[in-house]
């Protein structure tokens, strides 16, 4: 775990308060096989080293079919575009967390990484481009122009590659809004761990884009998801955890995997007075629209590869 993610675990599970780092108990799995479209298998979380192979076999027995592991920087790309590249149930997403844009620029190789990530966009089961984005609430001011360069170069590495763009997106509703409209987003563009209002919601479908929830929809105060989740129609509906980060209810702190999954939806169709089985099929609908098949020709090797961030 980086630094920066080491802050970013501290800050999403509660800085100095003593966690649980047990992993909590599988859910009854879904009627309906669904998928989790952001992950981080490369991030390492809770009391127990699970390997790659093991966590996807966990979700699968509850009904989470495949993932979308996605990159925050130059290594963790390369990795996860690797690992897609031999398991039909990953793909992958490739590029430079807002909150190192900054960093990089300083040392002058933000243009260096770019390209990078440009290159591997273009690999055939790297779907989506992302985590891109604004991040107001740990960037400040000076570091900002930085996050909006490498933005705009991310939204037209998709553009170009043909894939979806993942937003990150915190505390800069109205500037990410406003960059994707002046550059031009995506016909697959997706608001990765929604975290707006109703208003912003029902803004972002009128653009066309899709809304990604996490288990932050399941928290006891987030009343404003909830009725962003109630204001889109449903196709326009995704889920994801984050993992290991934004555990749902109600085991919020304790390491997140893609098997909680459920967990989510149950909370979302519940919220939503909507069947189970159909709402499953219509996140599962939704998912296929915007990153294609998991399982195609493309993979390498057989499924159940074992892959560490350090191979």
């Not at 799995?29 to 989790?36: I, R």
């Not at 967390?97 to 790297?126: S, Y």
């Not at 189970?276 to 990153?291: F, K, M, P, S």
Request: one cysteine or more; glycine letters at 8%.
């Amino acid at each position: 775990m980086t630094g920066e993610q080491e802050q970013r675990r501290r800050a999403e599970d509660g800085a100095g308060t003593k966690r649980d780092l047990e992993f909590p108990p599988a859910p009854d799995a879904l009627p309906f096989p669904v998928y989790d479209n952001h992950t981080h298998f490369d991030i390492a979380d809770g009391d127990t080293a699970v390997s790659v192979a093991e966590q996807l076999e966990k979700a699968a027995l509850v009904g989470v079919v495949g993932v979308v592991q996605v990159g925050t920087d130059v290594p963790s790309s390369r990795w996860g575009a690797e690992l897609a590249a031999t398991n039909p149930r990953i793909l992958a997403a490739v590029a430079i967390h807002p909150n190192d844009a900054p960093k990089l620029a300083a040392r002058g190789t933000l243009d260096e990484a770019l390209a990078e990530i440009d290159a591997l966009a273009a690999q055939p089961r790297v779907r989506a481009v992302g985590e891109t984005g604004l991040d107001f609430f740990r960037t400040e001011e000076e570091g900002r122009p930085a996050q909006f360069a490498s933005f705009e170069a991310h939204i037209e590495i998709a553009q170009r590659n043909g894939i979806a763009l993942q937003i990150h997106d915190r505390d800069a509703h109205e500037d990410v809004l406003a960059t994707l409209r002046r550059v031009g987003a995506p016909e697959k563009t997706v608001l990765h761990c929604f975290s707006g209002d109703a208003d912003f919601a029902r803004t972002a479908v009128d653009e066309g884009w899709y809304l990604s929830f996490a288990g932050t929809v399941t928290f006891k105060n987030n009343h404003h998801l909830r009725e962003a989740l109630s204001a889109i129609p449903r196709d326009r509906i995704l889920v994801e955890t984050d993992a290991p980060f934004l555990t749902p209810m109600p085991f919020r702190g304790r390491p997140n995997a893609s098997y909680m999954v459920p967990y989510t939806v149950r909370a979302m169709g519940e919220h939503l007075g909507a069947d189970l089985g159909d709402l499953c099929a219509r996140i599962t609908e939704n998912t296929e629209a915007v990153y294609g098949s998991w399982a195609d020709d493309t993979v390498l090797t057989a499924e159940g590869t074992e892959a560490t961030l350090n191979d």
